[in-house]
């Protein structure tokens, strides 16, 4: 985003930006077709992945009774998911789910990070491609868990034949497959992509603006500029409190699922 904004200030490319502009170019070609399999947004994942692992290895290489200030940041994290996500939204057995129920919300929540960090400013849950496949992991883990502790056959029934007079249920099973086997997982890739992509959509708006007012043949308008470049900032600062909202809400959402699954009744 940087890159197109000192373009744009130059005067080398024409405004509005296309839908091109608004995702990071692609690295390495692959293919005969030339195909992009490396992108900009593979790395930034990587990346989030390595300093996640290798923050985790660190500050839990050689724990401590009083635990040192990253041992107490590792544990606090972990402490939070288990205690506050997945043992009150799932009860004593959601202790078992606190592994990747940890592991969901540090992946997303280091990821989202990018949005506000300076030069890059874009996450990589912005593609629907990566909210996508943790949906899908989601979905797949809750049907799991929901066959395994019922049975497949009464698993279905559960989720799809809610206690009801019978000749409801042909109207309330559709519905139930519907929200429950379709929904669920759309819903949940979408509000993280969503609300990812609008941040990035905002941020790059009304930086690339600055530059458009400051280029402006109105002498009255390039003051303007600098109002466009401090809403920016402000609402850097605002995706700082959604890049957290948003690895929570998806997190607990995945454990609500989870409990659902592992309900004796409807």
């Given amino acids: 985003m940087i890159g197109q904004s000192v373009v744009l200030a130059e005067g080398e490319v024409p405004f509005p930006p296309s839908v091109e502009d608004f995702f990071l170019p692609a690295i390495y070609p692959w293919g005969e077709h030339n195909s992009y399999w490396i992108t900009k947004f593979t790395v930034l994942v990587w990346l989030g992945v390595a300093l996640t692992i290798v923050f985790f290895l660190v500050t839990y290489r050689n724990p401590k009774l009083v635990p040192t200030k990253g041992q107490w940041i590792a544990e606090s994290i972990y ?23 940890t592991t969901l919300f540090v992946f997303i929540f280091v990821n989202n990070l990018w949005q506000i960090i300076p030069f890059v400013q ?3 849950m912005a593609h629907i491609a990566f909210p996508a496949i943790l949906a899908i992991i989601s979905y797949v883990m809750f049907i799991w868990v929901g066959i395994r502790h019922h049975g497949f056959a009464k698993f279905f029934k559960h989720s799809l034949m809610p206690p009801a007079p019978w000749f409801m249920q042909p109207l309330l099973i559709p519905i139930e497959l519907f929200s429950t086997f379709i929904a669920r997982p759309v819903s949940l890739a979408l509000r993280l992509f969503a609300n990812l992509f609008a941040g990035h959509i905002i941020l790059l ?7 458009v007012l400051l280029n402006a043949d ?8 600098v109002l466009s470049w401090a809403v920016s900032i402000a609402i850097t600062f605002l995706e700082a409190l959604v890049i957290v909202l948003q690895a929570y809400i998806f997190t607990v959402l995945s454990a609500s699922y989870v409990q659902g699954a592992l309900a004796d009744e409807h």
């Fill in 205 to 211: 708006v009304f930086t690339l603006g600055g530059f």
């Fill in 79 to 101: 402490g939070f998911v288990r205690n506050n996500i997945a043992v009150d939204m799932i009860g004593h057995r959601g202790v078992a789910f606190a592994p990747y129920l």
């Fill in 218 to 225: 109105s002498f009255f308008l390039k003051p303007i500029s």
């Fill in 122 to 124: 874009i996450s990589p």
